[in-house]
């Protein structure tokens, strides 16, 4: 059996089983020797199956983030790449009239009405019909079969690239590719072409406000960088985001533009991924995992909305989709553009420490206004209308104003359900997951009430009597999307309203068919959690609302306020971005908090130096870097314990290098029926903290499966 190359993938025992693994480098010949060598069964691949490059991105991600190697690569993979089949393409039956069979037809040979249908057909496509869409027109397997036997028709298989794009999105067409740019846009487009020319590694921020045509000046940078030969990966934060992306860049590139992301089906991703392996596309969009697409000669990637905790995934390997997309510009000597109008403070601080480029947008396309935001104060509403009130008398008239006048509406409130808990008059009891210290999301009205666990899924009709006590006196507390959905049909009952949450958009193709609807104007009100906050274009929207502007500050995280801004200057920024002007109200009961009044006039700057200030004086990201060790236990005593036995050995370890916090009960303190401890490490030399955490829990191989260890994490939750 032939060597087979780096990147193939090959079969090979493992215990019991047989497995389907990468080849991640070949040992010298002196080292093909020993008992525990066992043969490799079968290669699958000639070549590398993934390309090197993209391989070695994937075995740098695993140390990084201190991830098992075979878990980076598993999740490299395209689907159906894991069996022993070296192609699991799509294949269809073809059938093509042979030379008989066209002579037969042209000299009258005794055919039936059905069979001379058919081979006319057949002679009409010399490269041949697929056997699907002769059944279409009622020519059947069974006449194909017969004409087959007279020689007078060949079948062949053929492979069929399963087709994303089948359907684009409908609304307006994307923005004229030679449309005149703006004098702002013009000079961005010229500095970042000028650093993507040199054909080396740079990082560049776009910071643009809201509506500023930061897309126009990614659309028309990767023009110049693919007229230079190279390549373009473009990632988004949301699968919401991909349809409007895609769409834009289908148009612009026609069918060299591939798409990566879960929201396909398994068929499409592979083939997808396949067609960017074979070098048939010089586009990727793609979410966080598109950052290993095996696109060759990349000389441009793109972070849009590069601020967003959606880059980060939440399980191992727990990479940040941003950070891992500027190593892979690094090894490519690549330009990696991030993009947003509320960068991350990491990005901001990197750009201003001239470790980036800082390109900024400070002005809306055709000078149009940013949306005027009013605050109202919830704590003033309650008092005059009552404590239940979930919509202000100001939230409701504008919602109102809009739909007189044919425009369309946004009404934010990132937290799902209709209700937030259910307790009990009686004895105060909550009703409670089994699994998770957290109360159930009460979903749906009436008969159909059920309690979920957003954590684990758990979920319970909810009862009628307290089940601690048998009380009759059940209550519902808080509010969700839903509450919000059902409360402005009951204000405005003419009204044509929607809801985009992760409930809401379960089934493939939902989410694409709701964004079509909303962007043709068939829904008046689109009621949602943060996916509708971020990178959408509807210029019909002239009105946005936030409801509980604040519930994200009372988290026990340090990025609460950072992220309140974000979500609140984003959303705000869907407004007005057609030729009417825009207009936000936001509620809140904290309607002095610098993250609040400052997301109201869009004022990033101040916001930066508030916000960097607080991280400074307390020590956090950015001025150090973070590891959050979360220890999980079946016993409150047992995470605590080894928990503490960790924060023994790194402080032991540590020589004053970095800090130890905790160990402490984990603000969600028990999840999917373990307990949770935690510590967080505190320092300027990730790699000494990370191997440091490594070598405090490799002594104890239990320890290390219970123990969860995330570099720069997102949320310490």
Known sequence: MPSPAVGARVVVPLGSRTVTGVVVGLPAAADLSGPDLKLVRQVLDHDAFIPVDVLELAQWTAEYYGAGPGETIAAVLPPKARGTRADAHKTVRMAAATAAGIEALAGGAALTPRQREAMALLAGAPAGLPTPVLAARGIGADLVGRLARKHLVSLRRERVDRDPFLTAPSGRPPDDPNRPLTDEQARALDRLSRLAAAGEFRVALLQGVTGSGKTEVYVRLANAVRDAGRRVLMLVPEIALTPAIWWIFRHVFGERVAIQHSGLSD????????????????????TRSA??????????IVVDEEHDASY???ESPRYNGRDVAIVRGQRAGALVVLGSATPSLESSYNARAGRYERVVLERRVLERPLAAVSVV????????????VVLSRALIGAVAARLERG?????????????TSVFCRQCSGTLECPNCSVSLVVHGEGAARRGRCHYCNYSVRVPAACPSCAGPY?????????RVEAEVKRACPGARVARLDRDAVRHKGALGRLLTRFRDGDIDVLVGTQMIAKGHDFPRVTFVGVVSADVGLGM??????????QLLTQVAGRAGRGERPGEAVIQTIFPTHYSIQLACRQDYESFYERELTFRRAMRYPPLVSLVNVVVRSRTFAGAMG???????????????AFQILGPAPAPLGRLRGEYRAQLLVKGTNRKRMREAVQSAIAGRSDLARRTIVDIDPLNVL
């Open 474 to 482: 059940l209550e519902q507390a808080g509010f969700g999307t839903e």
């Open 377 to 388: 104060d919830m704590r003033e509403e309650y008092a005059d209308v009552g404590p239940d």
């Open 556 to 565: 026990a995280d340090f990025r609460a306020s950072e992220r309140t801004f």
């Open 312 to 314: 980060k995934q939440e």
């Open 291 to 300: 950052v290993f697409a095996p696109l060759p000669d990349v000389g441009l």
């Open 267 to 286: 068929g499409e991703r592979h083939d997808q991924w396949q067609q960017i392996r074979r070098g048939e596309i010089d586009v990727v969009v793609g």
């Open 642 to 656: 080894d928990a503490a036995d960790i924060a023994q050995s790194l402080r032991q370890g540590s020589r004053d």
């Open 407 to 419: 425009e369309q509406s946004l009404v934010l409130l990132n937290r799902r359900g209709f209700a």
